[in-house]
């Protein structure tokens, strides 16, 4: 009897060195260029290919430009909310970031290989969501200390806190707000890893349904098939959602650092 090919959900998650790059080092440091690395080139790209399609600034503009134009300013209204007109500054690098987000977490979910390489959800690594929440944080950090100096620390003492209570509300406030880098890279990480982890077990259940005679493929195969399709639109939906929450938390710590009271 042949072994039955077992499906391992964490397999596409894998960092995997391209073009012999295994053995490229500088300084006895290895700088393989991986897959995940690629797919990090190509949504850079696709950013700067949906971009320039807003520079051509045409009296009637085209669906291109009306497409970058709308997310321009669904990111100069999210920002105008949550930060205040201070915000206007912000929307290079909050469009930038939610785009490099959304390009990134759809092109995980194309089924078709591109050459030659099967699309690879590089933020379902928290190497990757890490370095972006780490890079939003360092900003509010720079906003923060240039803007108020070290009235900046006033933030973690809430006004109206009695004095005898100082001390532990500024220790609590200190580490909720050392914590949120950890919390916006993860919540994106785990979301995305999440999902694609179960889309693969239900591939394993279709395909261990259909090797296994018609009673098992009627009550594995054919569920397991139709919850894949559910959880395929689900995934469409968190992709998009997992973007703006990323964004949104970005403006609101950016919010703390401009209007500090």
């Given at each position: 009897?042949?072994?039955?090919?077992?499906?391992?959900p964490m397999n596409q998650f894998a960092i995997e060195p391209l073009f012999g790059s295994d053995n490229w080092a500088i300084a006895g440091h290895n700088i393989a260029f991986t897959n995940s690395a690629l797919w990090m080139a190509i949504?850079?790209?696709?950013?700067?290919?949906?971009?320039?399609?807003g520079l051509r600034r045409e009296l009637v503009p085209g669906?291109?430009?009306m497409a970058v134009e709308s997310f321009t300013g669904f990111i100069d209204a999210m920002l105008a909310t949550n930060v205040?007109?201070?915000?206007?500054?912000?929307v290079p690098y909050i469009f930038s970031l939610f785009m490099?987000?959304?390009?990134?977490?759809?092109?995980g979910l194309v089924p078709l290989g591109l050459i030659g390489l099967h699309p690879y959800t590089f933020t379902?690594?928290?190497?990757?969501?890490g370095?972006?929440?780490v890079m939003a944080f360092s900003i509010v950090l720079l906003v923060g200390f240039a803007k108020h100096k070290?009235?900046?620390?006033?933030?973690?003492?809430?006004?109206?806190?009695?004095?005898?209570?100082?001390?532990?509300?500024?220790?609590?406030?200190?580490?909720?707000f050392l914590v949120r880098p950890f919390s916006l890279g993860l919540r994106l990480f785990v979301a995305m890893m999440a999902g694609h982890v179960l889309l693969e077990v239900l591939s394993s259940f279709v395909i261990t349904g259909g090797n296994s005679g018609p009673m098992a493929f009627a009550i594995a195969a054919v569920p397991s098939f139709i919850l894949m399709v559910v959880i395929c639109a689900l995934e469409i939906l968190v992709a998009g959602i997992q973007a703006y929450v990323f964004a949104l938390l970005t403006c609101v710590y950016l919010n703390d650092a401009e209007n500090l009271h």
């Open positions: 009897m042949a072994a039955e090919a077992k499906v391992d949504a850079t790209g696709l950013l700067m290919l949906f971009v320039s399609g669906r291109w430009q205040g007109p201070n915000g206007k500054k912000y490099f987000i959304l390009f990134a977490n759809y092109i379902s690594h928290f190497t990757a969501t370095v972006l929440s070290l009235h900046f620390f006033s933030l973690f003492v809430p006004h109206g806190t009695p004095v005898f209570m100082i001390p532990l509300i500024f220790l609590v406030e200190l580490i909720s």
